[in-house]
């Protein structure tokens, strides 16, 4: 099974760029073609939020088109600080899962493989994230409903600090309440978010914590607690997730940009490995 993951698309209304200098709409379009071109196709679509940039009515259009334009699969998405809940809901309530929650926009989907817990960890008008005691209720009971189930929760806001000190400071606030649930269900795999617009790697109990690289914009690498945060071009670039049950999940990085190559893979006579496999 084949799971990519998008995320942080910041489409805008049309023709305004994102942060002033960021052709979203033309990088999330990319980005969709990408996915759409990819042989084998993904099971389904993943994206982990900041949907829009100002979550905007006339953004949530410019999406819902580019949606329809290349995606044929299904699609989950959780909202991000960028987004706007009813926006959201109004524009793409054809979407599974946006309004069954009256408050948030949380889910679970059951139809694949590997279960999802899709959470909302929004808190309107802040950049950070936070859970509360419902939303990880809701977590905590999803989880218990299916304890021997592979799953992957899905969230905008990383529940785990990187090092970095502008994305530290945006992170999910009640990380530690959310690490001892997970910790209770030894069978989420992983943890898929977004929001620091690069690619991070942590831990969260048993649990391996991935921030996707967004389809437009990276935020610059910089462990200088005094750095300011700023955005920088690295290529933009989204996630496959594969599971097979013997295998269990390995992720990938997929690039959206065009590149050189492929070249055939050829070795020197002097290579110890001559012969055999190459890498
Ligand atoms: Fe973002
Ligand atoms: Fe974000």
Redesign the pocket.
């Known amino acids: 099974m084949l799971i990519a993951q998008l995320t942080?698309l910041?489409v805008c209304s049309a023709g305004r760029p994102a942060a002033r200098v960021v052709e979203t709409n033309m990088l999330t379009e990319r980005a969709l073609r990408a996915v759409a071109g990819l042989r084998p196709a993904p099971d389904f679509v993943v994206i982990s939020?900041?949907l829009t940039e100002n979550g905007l009515i006339d953004e949530y259009k410019n999406l819902a088109a580019l949606l329809e334009r290349y995606l044929t699969m299904p699609i989950f998405v959780v909202p991000?600080?960028?987004d706007r809940r009813s926006n959201l809901r109004q524009i793409l309530p054809h979407l599974p899962g946006v309004s069954s929650d009256s408050r948030f926009i949380q889910y679970v989907v059951e139809e694949f493989p590997v279960r999802l817990i899709m959470l909302d960890t929004v808190v309107p008008g802040h950049a950070h994230g936070e859970l509360g005691p419902e939303r990880l209720d809701f977590l905590d009971r999803s989880l218990t409903a299916a304890p021997h189930r592979p799953s992957l929760v899905v969230m905008h806001h990383p529940p785990f600090r990187c090092g970095v000190a502008s994305m530290d400071s945006i992170h999910l606030r009640d990380s530690a309440a959310f690490t001892s649930v997970i910790a209770r269900h030894q069978q989420v795999d992983r943890i898929l978010s977004?929001?620091h617009?690069r690619m991070i790697i942590g831990r969260v109990a048993q649990a391996i914590a991935m921030v996707a690289p967004?389809i437009a914009h990276q935020w610059i690498l910089d462990f200088d607690a005094a750095a300011p945060a700023a955005l920088v071009m690295e290529p933009p670039a989204f996630m496959l997730h594969h599971w097979a049950r013997e295998e269990g999940m390995s992720s990938h990085a997929v690039y959206v940009e065009s590149y050189p190559g492929p070249f055939p893979g050829l070795t020197d006579p002097e290579y110890p490995g001559h012969g055999g496999a190459v890498s």
């Open positions: 942080d910041h939020g900041d991000g600080n960028h977004g929001h617009h967004s």
